[in-house]
């Protein structure tokens, strides 16, 4: 990390974060017990509490963050609706103004004008940079300020994430013959403190923790233990390298519930245009890293160079195949069936050709792992 000077030109204190923030954890500490001691366990309450922390996390990660911060996919109005008011149930502040800051963060990242700046400190990063005035803020950005139910939620939003985060599940522990005062505590109070620190280390622990797969041009990081305590945001070099995808983890295997939500939401038609980095790209960029980081600790760059560019253009060649392959497809006219087998086993072949060059590229490199862990 480079050093830059802490809190430059800091602004004056927002007290109602710094008492918020500060007093939640202690109560929920406090009182969750004691409610438990007086009036028993309650499985009941223990099971609102996993469906609101997993519903209010889906709010913040695919609302907030990846709808209307990086518009990554179009959301039907009921969905936006169920973001807002849901979503200021997590106490994360507005839409307005967290999407404002995450924009900034994404373009400055690092940098002085980095809202939670990780060079200002691992705390200040994870929530401190919440306890001053920014004087780097801009204005809010229009489309945001020209959509009525952000500007609405923007107006009034301490009542209504007073209504959502505490007396609704309050009111809905009660309606299910549970404890109000129970639902205000443990899916109200304690779900809020966890979820507010689940995002908070997407700010602070994913730019610290884990590997930069994509590039260390800015310090984001991947990491799967991150990307669990995080609803799938752990993937953050990825995120801050194509941050228009709507995945962060973009192999099937990859930790991100908040990528098979909006992906189920496009299968019963409530999400469209859910948009993607080029898989080239993608790959690109990682081949750029690793032989980045190899020739930096010796291995011949000649050699690097040469077993990169087979698999890019395997790729290259696999990826027009591809292209002809659906064209003759959607040809009409092209009745031969004799013709469409050759391209799929053209095609075939080269998806060899290509695991075959990159299989020649992981065994370059696990023979590289292997002689600087000889060497250190
Ligand atoms: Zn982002
Ligand atoms: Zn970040």
Redesign the pocket.
């Known amino acids: 990390m480079s050093e830059i000077p802490a809190n430059p030109g800091r602004g004056r204190p927002i007290w109602h974060n710094i008492i918020f923030m500060s007093v939640t954890p202690v109560l929920a500490a406090i009182l969750v017990p004691l409610h438990i001691y007086y009036y028993g366990n309650s499985w009941g309450l223990w099971a609102m509490f996993a469906v609101f922390f997993a519903v209010n996390n889906m709010t913040i990660t695919s609302g907030y963050h990846r709808y209307f911060s990086h518009l990554s996919y179009e959301a039907h109005p009921l969905v936006q609706f169920f973001y807002i008011f849901i979503g200021a149930g997590a106490f994360q502040g507005t839409v307005l103004q967290w999407c404002t800051d995450h924009r900034r963060?994404h373009r400055k990242?690092d940098g002085v004008e980095d809202p939670y700046s990780i060079n200002k400190g691992f705390w200040y990063a994870h929530m401190t940079w919440m306890f001053h005035v920014d004087p780097h803020a801009g204005p809010y950005p229009k489309d945001l300020t020209s959509n009525r139910l952000i500007m609405f939620q923007h107006n009034y939003y301490v009542w209504i994430a007073a209504f959502m985060g505490f007396i609704m599940p309050g009111l809905i522990a009660w309606a299910l013959g549970l404890s109000f005062w129970g639902g205000v505590l443990i899916p109200g109070l304690l779900r809020i403190v966890l979820t507010q620190h689940s995002t908070f280390l997407?700010?602070s622990a994913?730019?610290c923790f884990g590997k930069q797969t994509y590039t260390d041009k800015h310090s984001?990081r991947d990491s799967l233990i991150m990307a669990f305590l995080t609803f799938g945001e752990g993937y953050?070099n990825f995120h801050?390298s194509f941050q228009l995808d709507y995945r962060n983890g973009t192999r099937w295997f990859h930790w991100d519930p908040t990528k098979w939500w909006i992906k189920g939401l496009s299968l019963v038609g409530l999400a469209t245009k859910l948009k993607e980095a080029p898989r080239e790209e993608i790959l690109k960029a990682r081949l750029a890293m690793e032989e980045r980081q190899m020739i930096s600790t010796g291995a011949c760059a000649t050699r690097t160079a040469q077993l990169k560019q087979q698999i890019v253009e395997a790729q290259n060649k696999l990826k027009a195949l591809r292209i002809s392959y659906l064209n003759a497809k959607r040809d009409l006219s092209l009745k031969s069936d004799e013709v469409k087998r050759k391209m799929r086993l053209d095609m075939r072949l080269a998806k060899l050709e290509f695991k075959t060059a990159y299989g020649q590229w992981r065994a370059f490199r696990r023979q590289w792992k292997r002689s600087t862990a000889a060497a250190s």
Do not use: L, S
Request: no cysteine; charged share 0%.
């Open positions: 963060h990242v997407i700010n994913a730019h984001a953050h801050h």
